[in-house]
T-cell receptor, first 115, second 115 residues
Framework: AQSVAQPEDQVNVAEGNPLTVKCTYS??????LFWYVQYPNRGLQFLLKYITGDNLVKGSYGFEAEFNKSQTSFHLKKPSALVSDSALYFCAVRDIGSNTGKLIFGQGTTLQVKP | GAGVSQTPSNKVTEKGKYVELRCDPISGHTALYWYRQSLGQGPEFLIY????????DSGLPNDRFFAVRPEGSVSTLKIQRTERGDSAVYLC?????????????FGPGTRLLVL
């Protein structure tokens, strides 16, 4: 069965420093991977996705993610964090076993960027 | 353009009551998904519609939960005999079609509290 793990409940980083939010996955075939961000009392906003091609995927708000097949990881990164990046981040994988495209989410990582 | 909208934004009900949650997907999107997000967790899949039909309802927790999409646009999630354990944020998402690479766009959610 497909699954996603986000090993860190919270990541703290100082404004201006690079940030990384970790995600590992387990799938039986080629993964389709997604990152979403959730601000308080808001729905999930799409950041980026990996389907195929370049391992480095660029997304919204200066975020990027690196797909690493050998390590089964899809870590979210940003070169210089902003206080406004503070939010809850979810990694998700498409359930390839079904034909519906439903997403399987990790438990989320809270990113705290301090001024 | 308009995103996915959900009403009500908050719903407080008493144990045993019936509730309906509404989702308006992005215009033209044929695929519609419902997810449930419990406190401190990632969203969990409930049901998927392609057009008017429920193509996958494997995530519905029991027969108290039901959803419809009679005209292939607006969807309503219905919960009978609500229980305190049903308290969660119910998220709706839509995508242009079912393709595995398609991005799902989420609404702001309905926060349900069962007293």
């Amino acid at each position: 069965a497909q699954s996603v793990a986000q090993p860190e409940d919270q990541v703290n980083v100082a404004e201006g420093n690079p940030l990384t939010v970790k995600c590992t996955y387990s799938v039986s075939g080629n993964p389709y991977l997604f990152w979403y961000v959730q601000y308080p009392n808001r729905g999930l906003q799409f950041l980026l996705k990996y389907i195929t091609g370049d391992n480095l995927v660029k997304g919204s708000y200066g975020f990027e993610a690196e797909f690493n097949k050998s390590q089964t990881s899809f870590h979210l990164k940003k070169p210089s964090a902003l206080v406004s990046d503070s939010a809850l981040y979810f990694c998700a994988v498409r359930d390839i076993g079904s034909n519906t495209g439903k997403l399987i989410f990790g438990q989320g990582t809270t990113l705290q960027v301090k001024p | 353009g308009a995103g996915v909208s959900q009403t009500p934004s908050n719903k407080v009900t008493e144990k045993g009551k019936y509730v309906e949650l509404r989702c308006d997907p992005i215009s033209g999107h044929t695929a519609l998904y419902w997810y449930r997000q419990s406190l401190g967790q990632g969203p969990e899949f409930l049901i998927y519609f392609q057009g008017t039909g429920a193509a996958d309802d494997s995530g519905l927790p029991n027969d108290r939960f039901f959803a419809v999409r009679p005209e292939g646009s607006v969807s309503t999630l219905k919960i009978q005999r609500t229980e305190r354990g049903d308290s969660a944020v119910y998220l709706c998402a839509s995508s242009p079609q079912r393709g595995e690479w398609e991005t799902q766009y989420f609404g702001p959610g309905t926060r349900l509290l069962v007293l």
